[in-house]
């Protein structure tokens, strides 16, 4: 320090005031001379002592209250599966059936439930009425019984014939819309073949005219070497012609010589050769043969040379005519106009084979609700009445078992009741409007009333489940105004209200915090998308009045 020169303290000096007023300035903006919040009875941090305002984070994940598991409410195996995860569903909608023969078999166990409620129910008023018979009336009543027994019998067969139409009309329409569905494949597999068959057929017409235009020049040489081509095809015919003279000249003097030779002796071991004989008889006919064909072919084509004249100009004419369509094929295909109304021609196939399908899915949506319930309530009603009716007439009474038939009666509409729950039940329908979340089911999967097959929430209704720190829950409150931002839709953001904070606290690896629930406020027209999602709220504690 002794070696420091004056200027030298001066400095020195500056520096130890400069980090004496740096640890004084660092100490008083974090409150170092502030005093120990008092806190009040129930530990939260008195008024006069908690901050004017004060921003608390709250990490969560979004919550969808209005959740529901369902299910089919009967046991069989699955045969449509009419949804999809995060497909939006109406009220009511059905999203799942059980297969044919399941809703099959448990339509006729309904039938037969009804009918022998309809049994019971008969039996029971037949038991509860007195029918009297005398021998005048006997005539009569048998007439009666008969036309009773037929009016029964017609108006169970008119039923019958309302369940057959029914699956004669599903069958139709489902047939519908599988030739719906081919016919729309089609029509668009011929619009997105339009560039290449374009392509194709320009290529195709440009072939068809460089193929006519040679075949033109082929025929118009023809022509103009018509003549010398004849003069030549006439000097080789009377060649062949001269050709054939000659080999028939030496075969005849061949054949000639050799009769000449007189017959020898067979004694003397001399005799004709008669296998030479028959080569020149053969080959004296073979001369014979080609010389008359040349002399027909000379004669020939000597008369025919101005049909052949006619023909080459014939194959002229016919080569411009071919060569013609050709170039007008060429600019049909080229011809912008002509483009234009084959893709309109193919873009409304398309259009039109969409409307068919829509309405072949409709029509077949509406058969799959059922056969129509009016209608066969009254035709079930008409085979109700000609049953009693027919009761009526054959049954007596028996006041004794009125209490039996009653029972039974009971037993049977509970059967019938239990038939189309389970009926009903072979379809599962949306219990709201919302959005389908899981999908746990395929086509053929086995399942019975147990079996979790869709969840479906609702949408509107959207909730955060967070953790709140303990040293923040002095500063919030039930009713707060809360500030939310979902990862998943980034730039935006969306006002809540706290409504749950829990009485109990929750501790994790030391960690102190208290389950809180905020529920959103989603202005209208506004849809989260649902699925899992980190979730940010932000609940702002502003302090009332000073102090």
Do not use: C
């Amino acid at each position: 320090m002794s070696m420091l020169r004056p200027w030298q303290w001066g400095g020195l000096a500056a520096v130890v005031v400069i980090i004496i007023a740096a640890i004084f300035g660092v100490s008083t903006l974090f409150g170092g001379g502030e005093e120990p919040a008092v806190t009040n009875g129930n530990g939260s941090v008195s008024a006069q002592e908690q901050p004017a305002s004060r921003e608390i984070l709250v990490n969560g994940r979004l919550a969808f209250p209005n959740r529901v598991e369902l299910t089919f409410d009967t046991t069989g195996e699955v045969g449509e599966v009419l949804v999809q995860g995060g497909e939006r569903v109406s009220a009511g909608q059905v999203l799942a059936r059980l297969n044919d023969l399941t809703v099959t078999a448990l339509e006729q166990k309904l039938a037969t439930a009804q009918f022998n409620l309809d049994a019971a129910q008969d039996a029971l008023e037949a038991a509860k009425e007195e029918f009297f018979n005398t021998p005048l009336e006997q005539a009569e009543f048998e007439s009666k019984i008969a036309k009773a027994q037929k009016e029964a019998d017609d108006a169970q067969e008119n039923f019958q014939d309302h369940q057959r139409d029914y699956q004669q009309t599903l069958a139709t329409r489902m047939t519908a819309k599988v030739t719906a569905e081919v016919a729309l494949d089609n029509a668009s597999e011929q619009l997105g073949y339009y560039d290449r068959d374009q392509v194709s057929d320009l290529a195709a017409a440009i072939e068809d005219v460089s193929t006519k235009d040679s075949a033109l020049e082929v025929a118009r040489e023809k022509l103009a070497n018509f003549n010398s081509d004849f003069e030549g095809s006439l000097a080789d015919a009377r060649l062949a012609r001269a050709t054939a003279a000659a080999a028939f000249d030496l075969a005849e003097a061949n054949l000639n010589d050799f009769l000449r030779i007189p017959t020898r002796d067979v004694e003397n071991e001399k005799r004709i050769d008669l296998e030479l004989l028959q080569r020149l008889r053969d080959a004296f006919e073979e001369a014979t043969t080609n010389l008359k064909q040349a002399e027909e072919a000379l004669a020939d084509l000597e008369n025919d040379r101005d049909l052949l004249l006619q023909d080459a100009q014939a194959a002229v004419a016919q080569a411009e005519a071919a060569l013609a369509v050709a170039r007008d094929d060429l600019s049909d295909v080229g011809d912008s106009v002509g483009q234009s109304l084959i893709l309109q021609e193919r873009l409304a196939a398309v259009e039109s084979a969409e409307a068919t399908l829509a309405q072949a899915v409709i029509d077949l949506e509406e058969e799959m609700i059922g056969p129509d319930q009016a209608e066969l309530a009254i035709r079930e009603k008409a085979l109700s009445v000609a049953r009693e009716k027919l009761a009526d007439l054959t049954d007596g009474p028996d006041l004794l078992d009125v209490g039996v038939k009653a029972a039974a009666a009971a037993a049977a509409q509970a059967a019938v009741d239990d038939a189309l729950k389970e009926l009903e039940g072979s379809a599962v329908r949306a219990p709201f409007a919302g959005i389908i979340f899981l999908v746990n089911v395929e086509v053929e999967d086995k399942v019975n009333d147990k079996s979790r097959v869709i969840e479906i929430i609702d949408t509107a209704e959207l909730e955060v489940d967070g953790l709140l720190d303990a040293i923040d829950i002095p500063f919030v409150a039930e009713g707060d105004i809360a500030k939310i931002s979902i990862a998943s839709m980034p730039g935006q953001e969306f006002e809540g209200t706290l409504i749950r904070v829990a009485e109990e606290p929750r501790t994790e690896r030391g960690v102190v915090s208290y389950p809180v629930r905020i529920k959103v406020n989603l202005p209208a027209g506004v849809e989260v998308q649902a699925k899992l999602s980190a979730v940010t709220s932000t609940i702002t504690y502003q302090r009332v009045g000073g102090g």
